[in-house]
């Protein structure tokens, strides 16, 4: 069964600062790997996505995120952090399962930006 | 840009109680979900519902859950008899195709459950 592993519920970082957020999945076929971030009080947000192709892929507000099957990653990140990417991240896997698809989370990292 | 809306944002019940979630998905989407988010927990998933009809559920969604696409813009999830575990964040998503594509969420209702 598809799982998602994120490694730390708080980081901490500088404003400035580079920003990675730890990803580590569980897929019996090629997975398609999904990161969302949730605002306070807002619905969860895609960030970017990996299906195929490209195993760098580069979201909405300077993240982006690197597929390496070698190590069943899907880190996240931003050379350089702002105030306004205090969130909730959220990594997941996309099962598919007679066409349709369902998305499996992780428990989620809270990024804190101090100035 | 078209957004999934849901209604009411928060939502205080008796245990017992029934309770019905609104959610309008995007309007030209065919794809429609149900997540939940306990307090602390991971978002998991509870139902997808495709051509007025559940196309898959988990083992959360037990008898006492239902949804319902009752017109062309609504996607409501019923809870029949609310019990105290039923307290959460319910997610509302929707998306255009089944797979591999992009699910919309929505901003959440909570549910509270005295």
């Known amino acids: 069964a598809q799982s998602v592993t994120q490694l730390g519920s708080h980081v901490s970082v500088s404003e400035g600062a580079l920003v990675l957020l730890r990803c580590n999945y569980s897929s019996s076929v090629p997975p398609y790997l999904f990161w969302y971030v949730q605002y306070p009080n807002q619905g969860l947000q895609l960030l970017l996505k990996y299906t195929t192709g490209a195993t760098l892929v580069k979201g909405i507000n300077g993240f982006e995120a690197e597929f390496k099957k070698s190590e069943t990653s899907f880190h996240l990140t931003k050379p350089s952090a702002h105030m306004s990417d205090a969130a909730e991240y959220f990594c997941?896997?996309?099962?598919?399962?007679?066409?349709?698809?369902?998305?499996?989370f992780g428990t989620g990292t809270r990024l804190l930006v101090s100035p | 840009e078209p957004e999934v809306t849901q209604t009411p944002s928060h939502q205080v019940t008796q245990m017992g109680q029934e309770v019905i979630l609104r959610c309008v998905p995007i309007?030209?989407?065919?794809?429609f979900y149900w997540y939940r988010q306990i307090l602390g927990q991971k978002v998991e998933f509870l139902v997808s519902f495709y051509n007025n009809e559940i196309s898959e559920k988990s083992e959360i969604f037990d008898d006492q859950f239902s949804v319902e696409r009752p017109d062309g813009s609504n996607f409501t999830l019923k809870i029949r008899s609310t019990k105290l575990e039923d307290s959460a964040m319910y997610f509302c998503a929707s998306s255009a195709e089944g797979s591999y594509n992009e699910q919309f969420f929505g901003p959440g209702t909570r549910l509270t459950v005295l």
């Open positions: 997941a896997v996309s099962v598919v399962n007679t066409g349709f698809q369902k998305l499996v």
């Open positions: 309007s030209n989407h065919l794809y």
